[in-house]
């Protein structure tokens, strides 16, 4: 069966600083038509740092939609026009102040299908070293270290419980012993 | 470190049909003002239903967001005032006609923290039976059938990329065997 929906008209009904929302008109698979809206994303990239004595870089951060605290692996979003792992560089250091000589790209995720295009590009980065965090204007947050172990266990307890977060540690635990770094 | 931030002004700047947007003004843990966009949710519930040839319920769903198809699991939004259980069995029963004799709670994850506040509830459903399904309008989507294996092969080779999909998938497998259900 197609299941494909076809543009018929596209609006730009919110255009913000963050977030720009598309309200679009679209032909369904049987002839009639429908609304859809949708946030236009630029994508991002989430690093999972994991230092040579098996410790991951980790973040508690504010976040202000769900009106609490995560913990969370480094991500940000991609700048227009960057090399995803210029991205993940880039946000590594900004928010850690950790630089990385070994990247690998892991896998590729839709975290949010029902009302955005984001994907999100997920790396595993080895043989790190600590310089100079630079966070953005406005962006707080704590950087701490914590065992892969511990950290499954914080997602089995729901203390982690932040989509991105939980799919990197479940893919890390699952696949590390595959790569041999 | 106090890492909250605190609403000073408030405003919907879009309305919609599915999409709600708030743009508010806020206070920094600095005590500097700032910006920040959310998308208002009224959360998900999504279910991995497991039968007792050990094949799991999937659909296969057109998203306009991201412009293509997607292998998930049944999910849907929570109707308002709507116990999550009651979300979960009415959104099985009218995406695939299952129901089923037994609802398990796994756990609850947030999948775009950065700009909505959308939570997902999970369940796993067994002792199913197949009645008839009920689409929404406008809502088109094949159902299937994968085995927990397969999934997770599907998850690992990127054919299975939809977030909450994978960590119900590898929820499952790792955790499947404590529950002896």
């Not at 596209?10 to 429908?34: E, I, M, Q, W």
């Not at 870089?57 to 976040?63: A, K």
């Not at 799919?167 to 041999?180: N, S, T, V």
């Amino acid at each position: 069966m197609d299941l494909q929906e076809t543009c018929v008209e596209s609006a730009v009904v919110y255009d913000g600083c963050l977030l720009h929302v598309n309200r679009d008109t679209v032909r369904l698979p049987d002839g009639s038509l429908s609304v859809r809206e949708c946030i236009k994303h630029p994508g991002a990239v989430a690093v999972l740092a994991l230092q040579d004595n098996g410790n991951l870089i980790m973040e508690r951060q504010y976040r202000y939609g769900p009106q609490r605290e995560f913990f969370e692996i480094p991500a940000g979003k991609i700048d227009h026009g960057e090399e995803i792992l210029v991205t993940g560089q880039r946000e590594l250091l900004e928010e850690t102040g950790f630089v990385a000589s070994v990247w690998i790209h892991l896998t590729t995720t839709y975290p949010c299908i029902g009302y955005s295009d984001e994907r999100i590009e997920y790396f595993l980065a080895r043989g790190l070293t600590k310089q100079q965090r630079n966070l953005d204007d406005g962006e707080f947050l704590e950087v701490f270290e914590l065992s892969l172990e511990e950290a499954i266990e914080w997602v089995r307890c729901g203390r982690i419980n932040d989509s991105k977060t939980i799919i990197g540690l479940f893919w890390l635990e699952k696949y590390l012993k595959d790569w041999r770094v």
